[in-house]
Each structure stands twice: as structure tokens, then as C-alpha cells.
Nanobody
Framework: QVQLVESGGGLVQVGGSLRLSCAAS????????MGWFRQAPGKEREFVAA????????KYADSVKGRFTISRDNAKNTALLQMNSLKPEDTAVYYC???????????????????WGQGTQVTVSS
């Protein structure tokens, strides 16, 4: 079992920044990658970014490339999502997820993730 706890969400104005944090605990030694997904009201959950735990390879949705940066702190078992130049369309509940498997090209697929956090709200006001 892996437990994931997100933090760092909140209300920010357009163009502002937020940093989300996802702390993992439990059987983290088998985690292959961690990802961030988001879900806006009335919409399906969508992929935001992912990072492999050992090599630190990253993958981003086109909508956030150049604005968001995912990183990890292996010693603290924490994944971070730095969000800059925020837009109203970034408003959503953001979820952290962890997977034991999954190939590189499957990282945007939510079905490969084994564990999910409870979510943290990000609201961008215009």
C-alpha cells in the first residue's frame, strides 16, 4: 500500500504561481512513477504531468508545457508540481497518483496508476 497526501492548492490570480506537493508513504520502494492529474467541474479527469522515480524522466500534457514543472525528492518521497503563468482553465481539483508499473508511453493513462491522493483544489481567478 502507498498513501499519498497532496498539499499546496489554493486561490491565485491569473498569471500567478502555486506549488503542489505530494508526500508518499508506505511501500514506496516499488513505485515506478508518479503523476499529476486534474479534474474540472463537469469534465473528465485529465493528465497533467508525470515523472519516473529512478531516472527522473518527465512527461507533460501539451496544455501545461512550458508553464508547469514536475520534480521529485527521492529522499523525502515527495513529488512536486510547480505551476507558473496560471490560467483560469487550470482551475480544477489536482490529484497525485503513483504506479508500480506502466511504460513510458502509458504514463498519461490514468488506468495504470495504483494509488491516488485525495485531491487539492486549485482556483485561478481572472
Amino acid at each position: 500500500q502507498v498513501q499519498l497526501v497532496e498539499s499546496g492548492g489554493g486561490l491565485v490570480q491569473v498569471g500567478g504561481s502555486l506549488r503542489l506537493s505530494c508526500a508518499a508513504s508506505g511501500r514506496t520502494f516499488n513505485v515506478n512513477a508518479m503523476g499529476w492529474f486534474r479534474q474540472a467541474p463537469g469534465k473528465e479527469r485529465e493528465f497533467v504531468a508525470a515523472i519516473t522515480w529512478s531516472g527522473g524522466r518527465t512527461k507533460y500534457a501539451d496544455s501545461v508545457k512550458g508553464r508547469f514543472t514536475i520534480s521529485r525528492d527521492n529522499a523525502k518521497n515527495t513529488a512536486l508540481l510547480q505551476m507558473n503563468s496560471l490560467k483560469p482553465e487550470d482551475t480544477a481539483v489536482y490529484y497525485c497518483a503513483a504506479t508500480y508499473g506502466g511504460g513510458w508511453y502509458s504514463l498519461p493513462n490514468s488506468s495504470i496508476y495504483d494509488y491516488w491522493g485525495q485531491g487539492t483544489q486549485v482556483t485561478v481567478s481572472s
